[in-house]
């Protein structure tokens, strides 16, 4: 983001602030085969999208670096088959966008123009992408599910988003000395569905 402030500007922590720890989808969708939707240019637009809504920063390392764009990639490919279509139209229209507003592709542009590209999708002034708000909130969503999902479902990369934000992991049992939560718990590293499944 750039370092002047304006009433809209996306922060790190207007973004965590909306996270929840296990996603909604994650406690209901079924294991997925590690296929993926996307092609390498509709991947490069996407990481160029959540890559300005959680940048990595001195706090820490960002959306891209804690794997959303691949968890996105993948639940195109499983459950959100049924979204794949409106997804990618809504990326295309993006791209389109920014190649009309700023005179190249998203991925292109320096972080100052993606900035503009995006707060005019969030505010429903891009034209030509239908909808704006509504794909903006959406891919915000899935990019807080792909950062702080279980690994299992291909986001959070070496557990970077539980880490960002503290989370030592699932556990089923906490002895006393954890209980008292006089020292952060040690992070546990592993994924509900075992340690074979962590990034």
Not at 91 to 97: K, S
Not at 141 to 160: H, I, K, Q, S, V
């Amino acid at each position: 983001m750039s370092e002047e402030k304006t009433p809209f500007e996306i922060t790190r922590r207007t973004v965590i602030a909306g996270a929840t720890l296990v996603p909604v989808a994650a406690l209901t969708a079924t294991a997925q085969a590690p296929e993926t939707a996307l092609t390498p240019a509709q991947k490069k637009t996407l990481e160029a999208f959540v890559d300005r809504l959680c940048p990595k920063d001195e706090l820490g390392p960002g959306a891209v670096e804690c794997g959303a764009a691949n968890y996105i990639d993948r639940q195109l490919a499983g459950y959100l088959a049924a979204e794949k279509e409106s997804l990618l139209a809504g990326l295309a229209a993006v791209d389109a966008y920014a190649r009309t507003a700023q005179g190249a592709p998203l991925a292109d542009l320096t972080p100052d123009q993606r900035d503009a590209v995006l707060t005019a999708v969030e505010k429903g002034g891009a034209s030509g992408v239908s909808n704006g708000p509504a794909f903006f909130a959406r891919i915000r969503r899935l990019t807080l599910e792909g950062m702080f999902g279980d690994p299992y479902y291909g986001g959070n990369t070496n557990f970077a988003g539980w880490d960002l934000i503290r989370y030592p992991g699932p556990r089923l049992a906490v002895g006393p000395d954890e209980q008292k939560m006089s020292t952060p718990p040690k992070p546990y590293r592993r994924s509900a569905y075992g340690s074979e499944h962590g990034h």
